[in-house]
């Protein structure tokens, strides 16, 4: 149903909304929908972060132990 509309469906659409909740409106959700968009990525990044640092204390070393005949 919705693979149908084209270019010209889209920007009907975008001007009826347009028409019937006002530009000021359209703007304030649109600068609600941005800060969201925002806070999801900052949510999505710190919690990466926290994930690689968790990943990176938990590494293992695997050098060798230094034998006392292998220092010089």
Known sequence: MLNNIGLP???????V?????????VSSLMGEVGKGITAFKKG??????TIQSAAADNA????P????????
């Open 65 to 72: 132990p230094v034998a006392e005949k292998d220092k010089i």
């Open 17 to 25: 909304v347009l028409v019937l909740f006002g530009r000021g409106k």
């Open 44 to 49: 999505v990044k710190e919690e990466t972060d």
């Open 9 to 15: 469906g889209l920007l009907l659409i975008a001007v």
């Open 60 to 63: 293992r070393d695997v050098t």
